[in-house]
């Protein structure tokens, strides 16, 4: 079953505190089996946290990159990623290339800024649930 956010469901979670868009996040990456960044003619888009640590940035779906692609980000594009391929190629690229994740990054706000190993972890117990 496909799923699209209603625009005020795009309205609370862009307000919403980090704990909730990231539970959020973790629930619907896991129900519809892909996530979302942004790329543009260069590659995918990383951005930094305040230390200067690269983090990729990451959506639950293509509404909530197409909100955020602004500023930093005003030219990139919403592109899928399925969550197989995330989960077993792009976190171990994380890991090696030391980059966080910045799960749900606003105009507001960088996001959740998370260790690989962590979104791995809570995806993974996320989608026990669905077996």
């Not at 990159?65 to 602004?70: N, P, R």
């Not at 996001?111 to 117990?125: H, S, T, V, Y």
């Amino acid at each position: 079953m496909t799923w699209t956010p209603n625009d005020k469901e795009i309205e609370t979670l862009i307000t919403a505190e980090f704990q909730k868009r990231y539970e959020y996040f973790i629930h619907k990456v896991s129900d519809q089996g892909q996530l979302w960044s942004l790329r543009d003619e260069g590659g995918w888009r990383l951005m930094s946290d305040n230390s200067g640590k690269e983090c990729i940035p990451l959506w639950p779906h293509e509404k909530y990159a197409k909100f955020s692609a602004t500023g930093i980000f005003s030219g990139s594009k919403p592109q899928p990623i399925s969550l197989d391929e995330f989960m077993n190629k792009w976190i171990t690229g994380m890991i090696k290339d030391g980059r966080f994740a910045a799960v749900f990054p606003t105009s507001n706000d960088k996001g959740i800024l998370i260790l690989p190993q962590k979104l791995l972890g809570d995806l993974e117990a996320e989608r026990e649930k669905y077996k």
